[in-house]
């Protein structure tokens, strides 16, 4: 029995993907290739926009129509805050919430012995073992917190995701230790908002990070998800990034340069502030990467606003920036505000603000070149003339095959226009 997964949105819904994975194999699934038909098909949802939403039941349609067939099951955040709305799409023949999408192997299991499949089942192998049989990667992706209580005007996550749960250290150290055991090189550290990680009485994120970097002595290195300074100041930000092992890499959500928006967003703090992290970080290494997520067109924005967050973004220099036109979540606090933007300003503030990152990204890459920096070698591309990687700093290179570059091993480089991928 074949099954596909189909992944929209974050890097946990990714790794979340990974576990989905992991339990179908370990039910004596395999995953469908490519142009084969899936037994089973799961789409692992977005919801953080109404394009999201748009794009999860549009790929759900397409999983009905390559695969007729076939098990439907959509989960995640979408079902969460949507769940009669899942429910209602013909196409759709399981729905689980955010909660519940670690069952998924098992509804769809239970699901097709029903209908009279067979298979059969491989039962009780460990995530570890797991990530052995798909060793072709070099990255393993860990959730480590789920949940948030920020409640940003605009934001339906915390409706979606619920509660602030931290996963135990010790869970966290075992199943690191398994993959890198499994050869895996690099750890990234996911959740939902991950400043929150020990929220709830569990250790900081500080003291989780240097437990998961001293693992086995070292040798690997550990890449952090998106941080908000509703939670990480600069002090904490140094903290963490000074520990060895830690790339220097952040991705560090701003939503907007503009105080007065930032407010109104209910974000609790100001340009400055955003800045000194920044500053703070880039004094440890002055490549160190930043990437950010921008909202533009938010209720109540004016050009004026626009334009003072506009400069900011151009400021900072960042490495890479989400542009999210402000999209209009029911049950949010900025679903009722005055001042909704037209969506034709919307997308003309867009268009200037993606070009605007266009050319940080452009800058920061000129910035890296003929440095030298820290490359973990993935593999050959697709056409078998390159070795892909990333640096420590997160720009993803493509090396020369025939360099005596080695799959899943670092190498120290000077980096040249023509590596970046």
């Known amino acids: 029995m074949k099954y596909r997964i189909v992944t929209l949105g974050c890097k946990v819904n990714q790794q979340e993907s990974e576990g989905i994975a992991a339990g179908f194999r370990a039910l004596g699934f395999e995953e469908a290739g490519r142009g084969e038909r899936a037994d089973v098909c799961v789409i692992n949802s977005c919801t953080v926009t109404a394009a ?3 794009k999860t039941r549009q790929r759900i349609r397409q999983a009905r129509a390559a695969n007729p067939a076939a098990l439907v ?8 805050v949507e769940r009669e709305g899942a429910l209602a799409m013909p196409e759709v023949d399981i729905v689980l919430g955010s909660a519940d999408k670690g069952r998924t192997a098992e509804a769809a299991y239970a699901a097709l012995m029903e209908r009279g499949g067979a298979l059969d089942a491989e039962q009780g192998r460990s995530n570890a073992e797991m990530r052995k049989m798909n060793a072709n990667r070099s990255r393993a992706f860990i959730k480590v917190q789920d949940g948030c209580d920020r409640f940003c005007a605009y934001c339906i996550v915390p409706y979606a995701r619920g509660e602030i749960r931290s996963k135990a250290a010790a869970e966290v150290m075992a199943e690191a230790e398994g993959v890198l055991g499994a050869g895996y ?18 250790d900081s994120l500080h003291a989780l990070v240097e437990r998961v970097c001293t693992l086995g002595g070292g040798g690997h290195r550990v890449r952090l998800g998106s941080l908000e300074p509703t939670v990480v100041d600069a002090d904490e930000a140094v903290r963490i990034a000074g520990l060895r092992g830690v790339c220097p890499h952040f991705h560090l959500s701003l939503q907007s340069g503009c105080g007065r928006t930032l407010e ?53 220099g960042f490495a890479g920036v989400h542009v999210f036109k402000y999209s209009k979540r ?53 056409g078998g003339r390159h070795m892909r990687g990333i640096t420590d700093n997160g720009i993803d290179v493509r090396l020369p095959a025939d360099g005596g570059h080695k799959a899943n091993e670092f190498t120290a480089i000077a980096l040249e226009s023509g590596f970046w991928r």
């Open 185 to 202: 090189r690099e750890l990234v550290l996911t959740g939902i908002n991950l400043g929150l990680y020990g929220a709830d009485g569990h």
């Open 330 to 382: 029911p049950g949010t606090r900025a679903a009722g505000m005055d001042g909704q933007v037209p969506e034709a300003v919307k997308n003309e503030r867009s268009k200037r603000m993606m070009e605007a990152a266009e050319d940080g990204a452009a800058q920061f890459l000129r910035q890296n070149a003929g440095q030298r920096r820290e490359v973990l070698v993935f593999g050959p591309d697709k």
């Open 73 to 80: 099951c959509v989960v995640g955040c979408w079902p969460e």
């Open 52 to 54: 999201a939403d748009s």
């Open 264 to 316: 109104a967003m209910g974000r609790p703090y100001t340009p400055e502030d955003y800045a000194g992290i920044v500053r703070a970080l880039r004094g440890l290494d002055l490549l160190f990467s930043i990437t950010t997520d921008v909202i533009v067109g938010f209720p109540g924005e004016t050009d004026a606003d626009f334009e003072e967050s506009l400069g900011f973004v151009r400021e900072m």
